[in-house]
Protein backbone atom coordinates (compact mmCIF):
# COMPACT_ATOMS: atom_id res chain seq x y z
CA UNK A 1 0.00 0.00 0.00
CA UNK A 2 3.06 1.89 0.11
CA UNK A 3 2.01 3.84 3.51
CA UNK A 4 -0.42 5.60 2.11
CA UNK A 5 -3.99 5.04 3.63
CA UNK A 6 -6.81 3.61 0.93
CA UNK A 7 -10.02 4.23 1.52
CA UNK A 8 -13.26 2.58 -0.14
CA UNK A 9 -16.50 5.04 -0.37
CA UNK A 10 -19.93 4.38 -2.02
CA UNK A 11 -20.40 6.64 -4.35
CA UNK A 12 -24.52 7.42 -4.34
CA UNK A 13 -24.73 11.18 -6.18
CA UNK A 14 -23.20 12.60 -9.03
CA UNK A 15 -21.86 9.52 -10.82
CA UNK A 16 -20.81 10.92 -14.05
CA UNK A 17 -17.84 13.01 -12.44
CA UNK A 18 -15.80 9.98 -12.34
CA UNK A 19 -16.74 9.48 -16.23
CA UNK A 20 -13.19 10.32 -17.10
CA UNK A 21 -12.09 7.16 -15.04
CA UNK A 22 -14.79 4.59 -16.20
CA UNK A 23 -14.22 5.72 -20.27
CA UNK A 24 -10.65 4.36 -19.14
CA UNK A 25 -11.76 0.83 -18.33
CA UNK A 26 -15.15 1.05 -20.91
CA UNK A 27 -14.53 3.78 -23.95
CA UNK A 28 -18.26 3.86 -24.73
CA UNK A 29 -20.27 6.03 -22.82
CA UNK A 30 -23.57 4.72 -24.04
CA UNK A 31 -22.41 1.59 -22.15
CA UNK A 32 -21.74 2.61 -19.10
CA UNK A 33 -24.78 4.40 -19.38
CA UNK A 34 -26.30 1.62 -18.72
CA UNK A 35 -24.66 -0.11 -15.78
CA UNK A 36 -23.91 3.15 -14.13
CA UNK A 37 -27.21 4.05 -12.51
CA UNK A 38 -28.39 0.43 -11.65
CA UNK A 39 -25.39 -0.95 -10.21
CA UNK A 40 -23.10 0.79 -6.89
CA UNK A 41 -20.30 2.38 -7.33
CA UNK A 42 -17.28 2.76 -5.00
CA UNK A 43 -14.35 5.19 -4.98
CA UNK A 44 -10.91 4.71 -3.87
CA UNK A 45 -9.40 7.90 -2.33
CA UNK A 46 -5.96 8.36 -1.42
CA UNK A 47 -5.62 11.86 0.01
CA UNK A 48 -8.58 12.86 -0.79
CA UNK A 49 -8.61 12.70 -4.23
CA UNK A 50 -10.29 9.30 -6.35
CA UNK A 51 -7.27 6.90 -6.90
CA UNK A 52 -10.12 4.12 -8.41
CA UNK A 53 -13.50 3.37 -9.33
CA UNK A 54 -15.70 0.34 -9.52
CA UNK A 55 -19.40 -0.24 -10.74
CA UNK A 56 -20.84 -3.56 -9.58
CA UNK A 57 -24.20 -4.82 -10.65
CA UNK A 58 -26.07 -7.56 -8.51
CA UNK A 59 -26.61 -10.56 -11.01
CA UNK A 60 -28.63 -14.00 -10.61
CA UNK A 61 -27.43 -17.25 -12.31
CA UNK A 62 -28.73 -20.68 -11.39
CA UNK A 63 -30.57 -19.03 -8.47
CA UNK A 64 -27.76 -17.87 -6.29
CA UNK A 65 -27.07 -13.97 -6.17
CA UNK A 66 -24.12 -12.76 -6.45
CA UNK A 67 -22.60 -9.48 -8.49
CA UNK A 68 -20.40 -8.52 -11.27
CA UNK A 69 -17.95 -5.95 -11.40
CA UNK A 70 -19.03 -3.96 -14.79
CA UNK A 71 -16.75 -1.31 -14.33
CA UNK A 72 -12.70 -1.49 -12.74
CA UNK A 73 -10.54 1.46 -13.47
CA UNK A 74 -7.35 3.12 -11.66
CA UNK A 75 -6.14 6.49 -12.39
CA UNK A 76 -2.90 6.18 -14.40
CA UNK A 77 -0.72 7.65 -12.14
CA UNK A 78 -1.86 5.68 -9.22
CA UNK A 79 -1.08 1.96 -11.27
CA UNK A 80 1.19 -0.97 -10.56
CA UNK A 81 0.49 -0.28 -6.25
CA UNK A 82 -2.04 -2.43 -5.93
CA UNK A 83 -4.90 -0.59 -5.78
CA UNK A 84 -6.74 -2.93 -8.11
CA UNK A 85 -6.19 -6.31 -5.65
CA UNK A 86 -7.39 -3.90 -3.01
CA UNK A 87 -10.49 -2.72 -4.26
CA UNK A 88 -11.45 -5.74 -5.83
CA UNK A 89 -10.93 -7.87 -1.72
CA UNK A 90 -12.63 -5.25 -0.37
CA UNK A 91 -15.59 -5.60 -2.81
CA UNK A 92 -15.48 -9.16 -2.29
CA UNK A 93 -15.28 -8.93 1.19
CA UNK A 94 -18.25 -6.67 1.45
CA UNK A 95 -20.20 -8.69 -0.91
CA UNK A 96 -19.69 -12.19 0.38
CA UNK A 97 -20.72 -10.24 4.34
CA UNK A 98 -24.22 -9.31 2.42
CA UNK A 99 -24.44 -12.99 1.32
CA UNK A 100 -23.96 -12.57 -2.20
CA UNK A 101 -22.76 -15.94 -3.53
CA UNK A 102 -20.33 -15.55 -6.34
CA UNK A 103 -18.18 -12.00 -7.78
CA UNK A 104 -18.47 -12.24 -11.70
CA UNK A 105 -15.61 -10.05 -14.24
CA UNK A 106 -15.90 -9.88 -18.04
CA UNK A 107 -12.65 -9.06 -19.62
CA UNK A 108 -10.92 -8.72 -22.38
CA UNK A 109 -7.48 -11.34 -23.40
CA UNK A 110 -5.43 -8.61 -21.54
CA UNK A 111 -7.51 -8.43 -18.30
CA UNK A 112 -7.51 -11.99 -17.97
CA UNK A 113 -4.12 -12.11 -16.15
CA UNK A 114 -5.02 -9.64 -13.53
CA UNK A 115 -8.04 -11.44 -12.36
CA UNK A 116 -6.70 -14.87 -12.55
CA UNK A 117 -4.01 -12.99 -9.75
CA UNK A 118 -7.07 -11.90 -8.18
CA UNK A 119 -9.00 -15.54 -7.26
CA UNK A 120 -10.60 -15.51 -9.95
CA UNK A 121 -11.16 -18.82 -12.30
CA UNK A 122 -12.73 -19.32 -15.86
CA UNK A 123 -16.16 -19.23 -16.37
CA UNK A 124 -17.76 -18.53 -19.82
CA UNK A 125 -16.95 -16.59 -23.00
CA UNK A 126 -19.79 -14.20 -24.73
CA UNK A 127 -18.49 -14.60 -28.76
CA UNK A 128 -18.28 -11.44 -30.73
CA UNK A 129 -19.10 -9.41 -27.37
CA UNK A 130 -17.13 -6.39 -28.02
CA UNK A 131 -17.59 -6.81 -32.06
CA UNK A 132 -21.32 -6.59 -31.60
CA UNK A 133 -21.97 -3.84 -28.41
CA UNK A 134 -19.30 -1.28 -29.20
CA UNK A 135 -19.89 1.41 -32.49
CA UNK A 136 -15.79 1.32 -32.86
CA UNK A 137 -13.40 -1.82 -32.47
CA UNK A 138 -11.66 -1.53 -29.28
CA UNK A 139 -7.87 -2.39 -29.77
CA UNK A 140 -5.57 -3.46 -26.23
CA UNK A 141 -2.20 -4.52 -27.17
CA UNK A 142 -1.70 -4.57 -30.45
CA UNK A 143 -5.30 -6.89 -30.43
CA UNK A 144 -8.87 -6.35 -31.24
CA UNK A 145 -10.85 -7.22 -28.27
CA UNK A 146 -13.96 -9.60 -30.02
CA UNK A 147 -15.04 -11.92 -27.44
CA UNK A 148 -15.86 -11.09 -23.83
CA UNK A 149 -14.38 -13.42 -21.44
CA UNK A 150 -15.94 -14.07 -17.86
CA UNK A 151 -14.29 -15.26 -14.54
CA UNK A 152 -15.72 -15.85 -11.41
CA UNK A 153 -14.76 -16.04 -7.72
CA UNK A 154 -16.99 -17.96 -5.17
CA UNK A 155 -17.44 -15.89 -1.69
CA UNK A 156 -17.70 -17.25 1.13
CA UNK A 157 -19.81 -15.69 4.26
CA UNK A 158 -17.22 -15.55 6.88
CA UNK A 159 -15.24 -12.56 4.86
CA UNK A 160 -15.74 -9.53 6.58
CA UNK A 161 -16.11 -6.38 5.26
CA UNK A 162 -13.67 -3.31 6.61
CA UNK A 163 -15.55 -0.29 6.83
CA UNK A 164 -19.24 0.64 5.61
CA UNK A 165 -21.58 -1.73 4.61
CA UNK A 166 -22.67 -2.48 0.67
Known amino acids: MNGTAW ?3 AVERDRKRHLALLLEA ?3 EAM ?3 YLERGDMYVVEERGETAAVAVVTLEERAGKVGCELKNLAVRADCRGRGLARFLVDELCRR ?3 AGRAFFLVGT ?3 GVGL ?3 LGF ?3 HVVRGFFADNYPVPIWENGKRCVDMIYLRRELRPESKA ?3 SV
Do not use: F, H, L, M
Open 162 to 164: TGT
Open 7 to 9: IVR
Open 108 to 110: SES
Open 121 to 123: APS
Open 95 to 97: YAA
Open 26 to 28: DPD
Open 115 to 117: YRK
Open 32 to 34: IAR
